[in-house]
């Protein structure tokens, strides 16, 4: 499309401090993903492992999410899997990655979470302030859930 399609990635970040350890944080929000990734992120109303479990570097999946009452479709694969560390995935299907990254600070973990658009269509350009905007608060609120999910209250 003459290099006219992508405007460059566009990315949303939090970081939330978890009254959890490094290792329970690691385990619910990585080992055990698709379990939980709906609990703290709502939009995604079907989740699927297509590979067999368990989750680890390479391990794909399928999510439909549900924005508006449009539901979206897409393929994503687990690009990054490091032992209490980062779990990243990133669309095989849409130009998107996810990041969780854990830092242990005391007896608590800082989980800094990531979303980024790798590229927004043309059409979109116009629009790529409201897209960041949108992109931060949807990060601001998974790490709250995320927080919430940890520390044993209703996400």
């Not at 290099?3 to 490094?22: H, N």
Request: glycine letters at 6%; aromatic letters at 8%.
């Amino acid at each position: 499309m003459l290099g006219l399609a992508s405007s460059g990635p566009i990315q949303g970040r939090s970081e939330s401090l978890v009254r959890c350890s490094l290792a329970d944080a690691y385990h619910v929000i990585a080992h055990c993903f698709f379990d939980n990734y709906q609990k703290w992120c709502p939009q995604v109303v079907e989740l699927e492992q297509l590979s067999s479990p368990p989750i680890q570097l390479g391990s794909k999946g399928r999510q439909v999410t549900r924005d508006r009452g449009i539901d979206s479709e897409s393929l994503f694969d687990v690009t990054k899997f490091a032992p209490s560390t980062e779990l990243e995935i990133t669309g095989s299907t849409e130009p998107f990655r996810s990041s969780y990254q854990f830092d242990k600070i005391g007896d608590e973990t800082q989980i800094t979470f990531i979303f980024e658009l790798k590229e927004i269509d043309l059409v979109m350009r116009p629009f790529q302030k409201l897209i960041k905007s949108a992109l931060q608060d949807g990060a601001e609120q998974t790490a709250e859930n995320i927080k919430n999910l940890l520390e044993g209250r209703t996400p």
